[in-house]
């Protein structure tokens, strides 16, 4: 994904939060298609990976590639959710599951040392093959179960049966739930905490709101 910067980053740091937090919640609709139909919405699929594999980025935006609109399927997630519009709990289940997933990797120095080390050589395969190559997804889903699917808490993916089996699909689902807690990360880097959620609804909804689909 080449990052298009046209756009600045929120200053407000609810705003970050919520672009962040949308990040997480992307990843958590994307898990959700992925297992249901096999398929998933390919912009954002794309801004997910690369948000994954950029850890040294030079701005705040340059993680999701330089637009919010990279972060839309996300953005209207959380929106939803915020307005309590989501009859889907499957998704809500993910995106929350994330973040406590991450809280729990915060308290490993040991596998976060180990997932950093781990994406440079991914990183390597990106540079060679292309980010969306399913090398590099083979290696970023075999990172979450080397390390993220090891704790007692796991997220169990419900959906078809089938399609959870088929080629390639283990892979994207674990690479997908990689980048929800790479972007629950950023949420916690950026001052997002759970007991936030509810205080700051209504300001995490107007920053929300505040993204045009431009």
């Known amino acids: 994904m080449t990052p298009t910067p046209i756009q600045s980053a929120p200053q407000s740091a609810v705003a970050r939060q919520a672009l962040a937090l949308a990040g997480v919640f992307q990843a958590a609709a994307v898990v959700d298609e992925l297992a249901r139909t096999g398929q998933c919405d390919e912009r954002a699929w794309n801004t997910l990976i690369h948000a994954t594999l950029e850890t040294n980025p030079e701005s705040f935006?340059?993680?999701?590639?330089?637009?919010?609109?990279?972060?839309?399927?996300?953005?209207d997630t959380l929106s939803a959710v915020m307005d309590r519009q989501r009859n889907d709990p499957a998704v809500m289940r993910y995106g929350f599951s994330l973040v406590l997933l991450m809280q729990k990797l915060r308290k490993d120095d040991?596998?976060?040392?180990?997932?950093?080390?781990?994406?440079g050589r991914v990183q390597g395969q990106a540079q060679h093959f292309g980010e969306t190559h399913e090398n590099v997804i083979a290696s970023l889903g075999q990172l979450y179960q080397d390390t993220l699917s090891t704790f007692r808490y796991r997220i169990v993916v419900q959906g078809d049966p089938s399609l959870l089996q088929s080629r390639m699909m283990p892979e994207r689902v674990r690479a997908a739930l990689l980048t929800g807690v790479r972007f629950a990360l950023l949420w916690h880097q950026q001052g997002g905490r759970r007991w936030k959620l509810l205080l700051q609804r209504q300001s995490i909804k107007k920053s929300l709101n505040a993204l045009d689909d431009r």
Request: glycine content about 16%; aromatic content about 4%.
């Open 110 to 119: 040991a596998m976060l040392a180990s997932l950093g080390e781990r994406l």
């Open 61 to 75: 935006a340059a993680i999701y590639g330089g637009h919010h609109n990279n972060l839309r399927l996300g953005i």
